[in-house]
T-cell receptor
Framework: KAGVTQTPRYLIKTRGQQVTLSCSPI?????VSWYQQTPGQGLQFLFE???????NKGNFPGRFSGRQFSNSRSEMNVSTLELGDSALYLC???????????FGPGTRLTVL | GENVEQHPSTLSVQEGDSAVIKCTYS??????FPWYKQELGKGPQLIIDIRSNVGEKKDQRIAVTLNKTAKHFSLHITETQPEDSAVYFC??????????FGPGTRLSVLP
């Protein structure tokens, strides 16, 4: 079974721009969660989508949004980028039924 | 909300020795506790997990123990090898949702 894939792997943007990241979960998984990882704040939960609906949300500003498609692929969007948004963005998939969560390799976003 | 603490933040052991990493959680509703290993440039990899109806689980050189009363759980790695060097994260979750992660432990296994 193929693992979780994320594209692109690396991104460089400038302040004020917006960015869209993509995540394809493990086949059969209906839950996709997004996390931001930084050296100072560690792994922080952004939101979770299950069957195209946002099921849980972390404490991030509205500039961070996401969606999930009928094939369970998910996208995350960050608008009006700030320097502090530079981070590794990870997505994780699970079957959504109280089972294991598996991470992708992440997208490294650098905001200049 | 849930808060997960993890200690130590860094750990150095000699190859062949054991390593122990401890986590505490605050929300008694948490019932699923995974451990992840993250190597440089990679995403976290699930290495072992435990649910609240079990006190201990073992997989070869890795074991996890859970004390629900004290709200803490620990990762034990025996016979450490250089390839065990990585950052380890614990997490707490309620029914596979709302994962909260510890700050991580950087483990170095010295040859």
């Amino acid at each position: 079974k193929a693992g979780v894939t994320q594209t692109p792997r690396y991104l460089i943007k400038t302040r004020g721009q917006q960015v869209t990241l993509s995540c394809s979960p493990i086949s059969g998984h209906r839950s996709v969660s997004w996390y931001q990882q930084t050296p100072g704040q560690g792994l922080q939960f952004l939101f979770e989508y299950f069957s195209e609906t946002q099921r849980n949300k972390g404490n991030f500003p509205g500039r961070f949004s996401g969606r999930q498609f009928s094939n369970s692929r998910s996208e995350m969007n960050v608008s009006t980028l700030e320097l502090g948004d530079s981070a590794l963005y990870l997505c994780a998939s699970s079957d959504g039924q109280y089972n294991e969560q598996f991470f992708g390799p992440g997208t490294r976003l650098t905001v200049l | 909300g849930e808060n997960v603490e993890q200690h130590p933040s860094t750990l150095s052991v000699q190859e062949g020795d054991s390593a122990v990493i401890k986590c505490t959680y605050s929300d008694s509703a948490s019932n699923y506790f995974p451990w992840y290993k993250q190597e440089l440039g990679k995403g976290p990899q699930l290495i072992i997990d435990i649910r609240s109806n079990v006190g201990e689980k073992k997989d070869q050189r890795i074991a996890v123990t859970l004390n629900k009363t004290a709200k803490h759980f620990s990762l034990h790695i025996t016979e450490t090898q250089p390839e065990d060097s990585a950052v380890y994260f614990c997490a707490a979750s309620s029914y596979g949702q709302n994962f909260v992660f510890g700050p991580g432990t950087r483990l170095s296994v010295l040859p």
